[in-house]
Nanobody, 121 residues
């Protein structure tokens, strides 16, 4: 069983920065598209950023120019650099990864357990 584990969340002041990481618990045959979502209290989960296996990226309009998604394929890890954070971006941040664990395995989506980001003075 493989898990994806997020880290890097915490409390930050408005205008501050955080870098989130999401790493696989063990080696994986192949990882495809990787995404970051967030869910604020009382709101639906929303897609924040996406990076394909070719390195193409896309962002929600609300974070463009402030957040950067990247990946390290050798480490089976995806990152989210968040700058100029706003209080309304307080949420639990989740990674979502499309992966094939073994060469004969099926492609499936994996979710991390989430990491809390709180933006407050």
């Amino acid at each position: 069983q493989v898990q994806f584990v997020e880290s890097g969340g915490g409390l930050v002041q408005p205008g501050g920065s955080l870098r989130l990481s999401c790493a696989a618990s063990r080696s994986i045959f192949s990882i495809y598209t990787m995404r970051w979502y967030r869910q604020a209290p009382g709101k639906e989960r929303e897609l924040v950023a996406i990076i394909t296996s070719f390195g193409s990226t896309d962002y929600s309009d609300s974070v463009k120019g402030r957040f950067t998604i990247s990946r390290d394929n050798a480490k089976n890890t995806v990152y989210l650099q968040m700058n100029s954070l706003k209080p309304e971006e307080t949420a639990v941040y989740y990674c979502n990864v499309d992966a094939r664990v073994s060469s004969g395995g099926s492609l499936r989506a994996y979710w991390g357990q989430g990491t809390q980001v709180t933006v407050s003075s």
